[in-house]
């Protein structure tokens, strides 16, 4: 099984900020997803194939990584960017999911 | 539009069984994989299962399998999730989700989540 780690579990941004979310798999994989959960709501897909902003995702959003090491950043924080932000990786059928990042704003 | 929702949760002892339902519309839900992914209260995502298409293949991790039964009934657009053998460690907010059809294998719909409470 793939293990990701996420890191930092929580943190806090101040608006404006430049956020940055990491995401580290026990074994190199080909894409990574993003996922992000609004208190009391189900997930929604955020970026997938490592790069690609899903529909309606603000440009301020940013993918990156290959192998073992992905990031999600932020370009400048906002209000509703609070959020628990999670990576997923799809790998041979058997998908895992990083313990989250919470994203509080300061 | 794209919707998928769950229902069939509730309270359940441990060691008796549970069926969920997943309505889908809004697509051509047998182009489709789908599978569940389950959310335990104040935890993170666990992907639960997935099945193809067409319903021909199955997938679970170690932590369901032999417990818990994913099937399809493409004529009612329609996903399930047989659990068996329940354990309070199976205590999760279930949902329904879409699997985009190219090889990266992600999530794009998501449903609203049925809760499953497994207590004596």
């Known amino acids: 099984e793939i293990v990701l780690t996420q890191s930092p579990t929580t943190m806090a941004a101040s608006p404006g900020e430049k956020v940055t979310l990491t995401c580290r798999a026990s074994?190199?994989?080909?894409?990574m997803h993003w996922y992000q959960q609004r208190s009391g709501a189900s997930p929604k897909l955020w970026i997938y194939?490592?790069?690609k902003l899903a529909s309606g995702v603000p440009n301020r959003f940013s993918g990156s990584g290959s192998g073992t090491s992905y990031s999600l950043t932020i370009n400048s924080m906002e209000t509703e960017d609070a959020a628990t932000y999670y990576c997923?990786?799809?790998?041979?059928?058997?998908?895992?999911f990083g313990a989250g990042t919470k994203l509080e704003l300061k | 539009e794209v919707q998928l929702v769950e229902s069939g949760g509730g309270l359940v002892q441990p060691g008796r069984s549970l069926k969920l339902s997943c309505a889908a519309s809004?697509?051509?839900?047998?182009?489709?994989?789908m599978a569940w992914v389950r959310q335990a209260p104040k935890k993170g995502l666990e992907w639960v299962a997935t099945?193809?298409?067409?319903?021909?293949?199955?997938y679970y991790p170690d932590s369901v399998k032999g417990r818990f039964t994913i099937s399809r009934d493409n004529a009612k657009s329609t996903l399930y999730l047989q659990m068996d053998s329940l354990r309070s460690e199976d205590t999760a907010t279930y949902y329904c989700?879409?699997?985009?059809?190219?090889?990266?294998?992600?999530?794009?719909?998501w449903g609203q989540g049925v809760m499953v409470t497994v207590s004596s």
């Open positions: 989700a879409r699997r985009d059809t190219t090889v990266s294998h992600y999530f794009d719909y």
């Open positions: 809004g697509f051509t839900f047998s182009s489709f994989a």
């Open positions: 099945i193809t298409s067409g319903g021909s293949n199955t």
């Open positions: 074994s190199s994989v080909s894409y």
């Open positions: 194939e490592t790069s």
């Open positions: 997923q990786q799809g790998s041979s059928y058997h998908y895992t």
